[in-house]
């Protein structure tokens, strides 16, 4: 069999298997990812991640479905009422009308412009929901994120297509662009200036989802990144890049010493990649190795910043994933994360190890799925040679092998879960049953039940991700 030929089949077995499955139950919204789009085109992960690949083509098609997205689709308009501009609303604050009058008589309009509104932690204002641009820039980035991978599997111009359609809609188009700033992310209602809030920095941490997706198209040659896309993009980033850089707010948000830091110094490479300013990328990485990391981690592994959370295992993962792509940028940009200590003498692997000891379904709202990704990153980069990490990706999560994490983390194993065609020669095949994901003798389906989909939707729209 010629390698073309056997390409071509394994391209064809796993379009066969993404039809046959339901892709809809099992979409996970990861915090936050980066993959090395050298490591993506080069192919060297085809024979070994069959499972996951498969998952990414049903990743990428659930999610384009939705799309595209504009900025523009909302009736809630911040101060300047240009629909351009990025809204969202500061989750856990609350009107306090109590020495306004009469709460039943106000109109939400008088509430919104009289009463001030109080900071309740952890508590959801479910009125956010006026706005949804953050849900929409986050579906956005796991879109971009997906498709990206997906063109690299099968060069297949349906994925491209849809990412030249998403980042035009989203930035470009004269109808439909965003503003290049965040002045009124998560801004904060009541008498005065409704301006944003640092905090609101962080609904585009999944600009490093999104700078990995169009990377790939743009370094493998997507006939659909046109020249006039791809200049379009550098043109607002870089405009960004000086409000990101510059802005009060957004100063404010890369000096926090927690997860809001870590995703701040995310973005920011990313998109200082992305431009081609890769000294730039490489000295935001440096600020934050030498900086806020210094004081993430202490000796026993804990994080300090994140345990004095009202969710701690939930923030450690957070938080993990955060630094974990910070280290993953570092080493596409000449730095060397993965062996940065802390003041404490402890690299990221202490916090990852620690993290693993708690049992986090325990912790109301959230999942072991947001651990089993930074652990997976963890034990390729650093080596598992007694088994320790593969033994726990199989305690938390039999399909592990299954998840689109499994793709960009070679030299882990797949404990006999079968990641990739056997012996044989062929590709997982699926019995087709029940539309769920049963592959290769897994015996078990990918399908991790609907309350998990309904977690991760609420967690990654204005969920405890917001500080
Ligand atoms: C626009 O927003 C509405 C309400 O949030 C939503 O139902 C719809 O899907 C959005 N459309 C697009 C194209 O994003
Ligand atoms: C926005 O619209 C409101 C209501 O029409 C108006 O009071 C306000 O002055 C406008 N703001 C700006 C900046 O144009
Ligand atoms: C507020 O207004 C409602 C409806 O007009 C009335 O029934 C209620 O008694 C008022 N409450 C107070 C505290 O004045
Ligand atoms: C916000 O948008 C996202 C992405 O389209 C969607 O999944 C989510 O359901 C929306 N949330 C609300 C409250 O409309
Ligand atoms: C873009 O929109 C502006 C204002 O809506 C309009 O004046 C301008 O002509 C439009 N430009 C193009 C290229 O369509
Ligand atoms: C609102 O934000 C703008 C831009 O960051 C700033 O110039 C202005 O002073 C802020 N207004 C208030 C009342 O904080
Ligand atoms: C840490 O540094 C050593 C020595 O330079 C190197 O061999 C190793 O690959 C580094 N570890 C990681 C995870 O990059």
Redesign the pocket.
């Known amino acids: 069999m010629t390698t073309a030929f056997g390409h071509a089949l394994s391209i064809a077995v796993l379009v066969l298997l993404h039809q046959i499955l339901s892709a809809q139950a099992d979409f996970i919204s990861y915090a936050n990812q980066f993959v090395d789009p050298a490591f993506i085109l080069s192919d060297s992960w085809k024979a070994t991640t069959t499972w996951a690949q498969s998952s990414i083509l049903d990743d990428a098609q659930f999610v384009a479905a939705q799309g595209p997205w504009a900025v523009t689709n909302k009736t809630y308009l911040p101060p300047s009422n240009n629909t351009h501009d990025y809204a969202s609303l500061r989750p856990y604050f609350w009107p306090d009308c109590s020495k306004v009058g009469n709460t039943t008589q106000l109109t939400d309009e008088q509430i919104e412009r009289e009463c001030p509104y109080v900071d309740r932690d952890g508590q959801f204002n479910p009125d956010i929901h006026k706005v949804n641009n953050t849900g929409a820039f986050s579906a956005l980035a796991d879109s971009v994120f997906y498709n990206g991978i997906s063109w690299a599997i099968t060069k297949d111009s349906k994925y491209s297509t849809n990412i030249a359609t998403e980042i035009s809609t989203w930035f470009l188009n004269n109808a439909t662009y965003m503003t290049p700033n965040l002045q009124y992310s998560q801004l904060v209602r009541g008498p005065g200036v409704h301006n944003g809030s640092s905090e609101g920095v962080l609904d585009l941490k999944g600009m490093a989802k999104l700078v990995s997706g169009v990377l790939i198209l743009r370094n493998g040659k997507a006939a659909e990144w046109t020249s006039e896309i791809d200049t379009g993009l550098v043109t607002w980033v870089k405009e960004y890049i000086v409000w990101l850089t510059t802005s009060t707010q957004a100063l404010e948000e890369r000096a926090m010493p927690n997860n809001h830091g870590s995703f701040y110094f995310n973005q920011l490479s990313a998109l200082q990649l992305f431009v081609g300013d890769t000294a730039g990328a490489k000295a935001t990485i440096t600020a934050y190795f030498t900086g806020i990391f210094q004081n993430q981690i202490i000796a026993n592994g804990d994080q300090p910043e994140e345990s004095a959370r009202t969710h701690p295992m939930h923030y450690r993962a957070y938080n993990l994933a955060a630094m974990v792509v910070n280290a993953r940028i570092a080493a596409v940009v000449g730095y060397?994360g993965?062996?940065a200590t802390t003041k404490a003498g402890v690299t990221i692997k202490a916090a990852a190890d620690y993290a693993m000891t708690f049992k986090l379904d325990g912790e109301e709202g959230y999942t072991v799925q947001e651990l089993t990704q930074p652990v997976a990153e963890i034990a390729s980069?650093?080596g598992d040679p007694d088994g320790k990490y593969a033994q726990w990706m199989k305690s938390q999560d039999t399909q592990y092998p299954g998840q689109p994490f499994y793709l960009w983390s070679p030299g882990l194993s797949d404990s006999g879960l079968k990641a990739a065609a056997s012996g044989t020669g062929s590709a997982p095949t699926s019995t087709g049953t029940s539309g769920s994901h049963t592959k290769n003798g897994a015996g078990t389906t990918r399908f991790v039940g609907m309350v998990t989909c309904i977690v991760f939707i609420v967690v990654s729209v204005g969920g405890p991700f917001i500080f």
């Open positions: 060397d993965w062996n980069v650093y």
